[in-house]
């Protein structure tokens, strides 16, 4: 289970190597471009938040934490959806990327 870590102060999102690898190349990408956009989950564990939204922005530090040493394999097609989705709203909804708590 990989980590995204968002501005180096929340707890990271929990998120299989293979997504994340995927995610890492769609975040980057806008980010490369100076695209700001809105992220979107539903935390796991027993915390206040059942939803969370942050604003991903160039200037906010992002880590990707992989378990795995070797480099998951990437789907264009899987990157090209995301990327459909994530244009048409404005908005990385990661609910149906996610696995369930």
């Known amino acids: 289970m990989g980590r995204l870590r968002y501005d180096g102060i929340s707890d990271p999102i929990l998120i299989e190597d293979a997504t994340l690898a995927h995610l890492k190349i769609v975040i980057a990408t806008k980010l490369r ?5 809105m992220m979107t989950w539903r935390p796991r564990g027993d ?3 059942k939803r969370a939204t942050v604003w991903i922005h160039p200037a906010i530090p992002l880590q990707f934490g992989f378990d795995d040493e070797e480099i998951p394999p ?6 090209a959806e995301l990327m459909r989705l994530l244009n048409a709203s404005g908005e990385l909804v990661l609910d149906h990327v996610l696995l369930p708590s």
């Open 33 to 37: 471009r100076q695209e700001s956009f």
């Open 47 to 49: 915390g206040p938040d």
């Open 74 to 79: 990437v789907d264009p097609h899987r990157i």
